[in-house]
């Protein structure tokens, strides 16, 4: 998870911000999406807990499966914090399309469960494995991975690892992180990213990371979710020991600006029932190290696979236009400018078969600015070859 930020200048009313947030949240809204309409699937699969002693257990894996008579698959995958869910607009979009579509938690998140080892057994490789057994499960023999944040890593990484099940790749807002070179810790990066401290603090204190969350799920949702038109303080990310402090003038955090009611009810419920601690595991040290190892040991970096990576562009926000005061520093996601991190990254020479596209909104561009994401992903799954002309052979 990464945000974006924009404030009046210091002094501005706290009443009328939450006012303008209301008012933001309230034109976002379109025709109710119930989630509780999806029936959903679950499934036991195997999986490594790793600490403190490994064994092989097993976990629940739920999957919401929407028009299973088609033939093209789509597998969506969310990030941090998420819950299937929050692909509500792409569903909308797409499930009279002629596509299946399969929409997990992911383990650890809303009623998937975890090897209840959150520092070691949430590789990116244990992730790809968790999809092989949802894919398997639903009897999909191939399905494009749509990913959105960690969503986006999970989708390029599994398709490198199986490019025999994962036939094409969606990244929405984080770009392909090549795992060529060797493993650099985030905490490395603080001091020039501050934004990025908050995953220090994930790291570091996970257990107490979890408690500050966990005491009031829906204030901790409402800190993340949010819009260029309705955004965090300057502060937030920038704790190693805290992840709500910049928070604490705020007695209460505006409603998520794309959610209905309803839909912001079943993401807190869905995040009441394990908690925090099991979806951390993307922040830790030693997952992310035992992820690069096992990218190392597999030696190929290069997707072959045909990618659509859409990322997010500066936009003036409605404040900024009201507000003439504002001294304005946004430029899409605070913690990184994906445009430019996709060129340092040189990800597009292990992608030979990308397409970028750019649409206006923040991080969470695809419930934001639902309209050009969908799109843009629609014009582009139409370009796909038949998943019959296509195979290759899987990497694990």
Same mark, same amino acid.
């Given at each position: 998870?990464?945000?974006?930020?924009?404030?009046?200048?210091? *002094?501005?009313?706290?009443? !009328?911000?939450?006012?303008?947030?209301?008012?933001?949240?309230? +034109?976002?809204? /379109?025709?109710?999406?119930?989630?509780?309409?999806?029936?959903?699937? /679950?499934?036991?699969?195997?999986?490594?807990?790793?600490?403190?002693?490994?064994?092989?257990?097993?976990?629940?894996?739920?999957?919401?499966?929407?028009? =299973?008579?088609?033939?093209?698959?789509?597998?969506?995958?969310?990030?941090?914090?998420?819950?299937?869910?929050?692909?509500?607009?792409?569903?909308?979009?797409?499930?009279?399309?002629?596509?299946?579509?399969?929409?997990?938690?992911?383990?650890?998140?809303?009623?998937?469960?975890?090897?209840? =080892? $959150?520092?070691?057994?949430?590789?990116?490789?244990?992730?790809?494995?968790?999809?092989?057994?949802?894919?398997?499960?639903?009897?999909?023999?191939?399905?494009?991975?749509?990913?959105?944040?960690?969503?986006?890593?999970?989708?390029?990484?599994?398709?490198?690892?199986?490019?025999?099940?994962?036939?094409?790749?969606?990244?929405?807002?984080?770009?392909?992180?090549?795992?060529?070179?060797?493993?650099?810790?985030?905490?490395?990066?603080?001091?020039?990213?501050?934004?990025?401290?908050?995953?220090?603090? !994930?790291?570091?204190?996970?257990?107490?990371?979890?408690?500050?969350?966990?005491?009031?799920?829906?204030?901790?949702?409402?800190?993340?979710?949010? #819009?260029?038109? +309705?955004?965090?303080?300057? =502060?937030?990310?920038?704790?190693?020991?805290?992840?709500?402090?910049?928070?604490?003038?705020?007695?209460?955090?505006?409603?998520?600006?794309?959610?209905?009611?309803?839909?912001?009810?079943?993401?807190?419920?869905?995040?009441?029932?394990?908690?925090?601690?099991? #979806?951390?595991?993307?922040?830790?040290?030693?997952?992310?190290?035992?992820?690069?190892?096992?990218?190392?040991?597999?030696?190929? !970096?290069?997707?072959?696979?045909?990618?659509?990576?859409?990322? $997010? #562009?500066?936009?003036?926000?409605?404040?900024? #236009?009201?507000?003439?005061?504002?001294?304005?520093?946004?430029?899409?996601?605070?913690?990184?400018?994906?445009?430019?991190?996709?060129?340092?990254?040189?990800?597009?020479?292990?992608?030979?078969?990308?397409?970028?596209?750019?649409?206006? *909104?923040?991080?969470?561009?695809?419930?934001?600015? $639902?309209?050009?994401?969908?799109?843009?992903?629609?014009?582009?799954?139409?370009?796909?070859?038949?998943?019959?002309?296509?195979?290759?052979?899987?990497?694990?």
């Amino acid at each position: 998870m990464v945000l974006v930020q924009l404030l009046p200048e210091r *002094g501005a009313p706290q009443a !009328f911000i939450m006012f303008m947030s209301v008012i933001f949240s309230l +034109s976002s809204y /379109t025709l109710a999406f119930d989630p509780y309409k999806y029936p959903r699937k /679950t499934l036991q699969c195997d999986a490594v807990r790793r600490e403190p002693v490994l064994e092989q257990v097993k976990i629940d894996l739920s999957y919401v499966d929407i028009g =299973d008579a088609a033939h093209e698959a789509i597998i969506m995958i969310h990030g941090w914090p998420s819950v299937w869910s929050t692909w509500s607009r792409q569903i909308e979009a797409l499930e009279n399309e002629n596509y299946r579509l399969i929409v997990p938690d992911l383990r650890g998140f809303g009623y998937s469960t975890h090897p209840d =080892d $959150p520092k070691s057994s949430h590789t990116m490789g244990d992730l790809t494995q968790d999809l092989v057994c949802i894919l398997d499960n639903a009897k999909a023999p191939s399905a494009v991975c749509i990913g959105h944040d960690w969503g986006s890593q999970v989708c390029y990484e599994a398709a490198r690892m199986r490019p025999d099940l994962f036939t094409a790749v969606v990244g929405l807002v984080v770009p392909y992180i090549p795992p060529a070179g060797p493993y650099v810790s985030v905490k490395q990066f603080v001091p020039e990213l501050p934004k990025l401290a908050y995953q220090t603090f !994930f790291d570091r204190q996970t257990e107490e990371a979890a408690i500050e969350l966990n005491k009031d799920t829906r204030r901790s949702l409402r800190t993340t979710l949010r #819009t260029v038109d +309705s955004p965090p303080p300057d =502060d937030f990310l920038k704790s190693e020991t805290s992840f709500m402090d910049a928070w604490k003038d705020f007695d209460e955090i505006p409603p998520i600006p794309f959610f209905t009611p309803a839909e912001e009810d079943y993401m807190v419920a869905s995040f009441e029932r394990q908690g925090f601690l099991y #979806t951390f595991g993307f922040y830790t040290e030693e997952n992310r190290q035992l992820s690069h190892a096992l990218s190392h040991e597999h030696g190929n !970096f290069t997707l072959p696979q045909p990618v659509l990576s859409i990322l $997010p #562009t500066k936009v003036r926000s409605i404040l900024e #236009t009201l507000l003439i005061t504002v001294d304005n520093k946004f430029e899409k996601d605070p913690v990184a400018d994906w445009g430019a991190a996709m060129k340092l990254l040189n990800s597009t020479a292990f992608l030979p078969d990308l397409t970028v596209k750019f649409v206006e *909104g923040a991080h969470w561009i695809h419930l934001e600015n $639902p309209e050009p994401v969908n799109k843009a992903i629609k014009d582009w799954l139409r370009t796909l070859p038949s998943r019959s002309r296509r195979h290759v052979v899987d990497e694990l």
